[in-house]
């Protein structure tokens, strides 16, 4: 097992910026992909960013393109999300996932491990 944990989250207004963090913990892979996720309330969850073990790809949603950048620390076991020009419909819970493998897929079934979220709110 695989555990996640986020940490980072809070009220900022719009234009403003956060850095998300998340720690993994336990069976950790070599290969493990590593993404965040967010679902607002009445939403789908949505895919918001991706890396793989090396860095050497990233993957980001369309909606944040430009934005938002993915990190991670290898060493550390840590994955981060920064997070600039934030705008209301960032608004969400944010999720960090992993996966057996280093792929970083944009649907949320592939995703293998889950954190339990931490709230992201943007006030215009």
């Known amino acids: 097992q695989v555990q996640l944990v986020e940490s980072g989250g809070g009220l900022v207004q719009a234009g403003g910026s956060l850095r998300l963090s998340c720690a993994a913990s336990g069976r950790t892979f070599s290969n493990q992909g590593m993404g965040w996720f967010r679902q607002a309330p009445g939403k789908e969850r949505e895919f918001v960013a991706g890396i793989t073990w090396d860095s050497g790809y990233t993957g980001y949603g369309d909606s944040v393109k430009g934005r938002f950048t993915i990190s991670r620390d290898n060493a550390k076991n840590t994955v981060y999300l920064q997070m600039n020009k934030l705008k209301p419909e960032d608004t969400a819970v944010y999720y960090c996932?992993?996966?057996?493998?280093?792929?970083?897929?944009?649907?949320?079934?592939?995703?293998?491990?889950w954190g339990q979220g931490t709230q992201v709110t943007v006030s215009s």
């Open positions: 996932a992993a996966r057996r493998w280093t792929s970083i897929p944009q649907a949320s079934g592939a995703w293998d491990y």
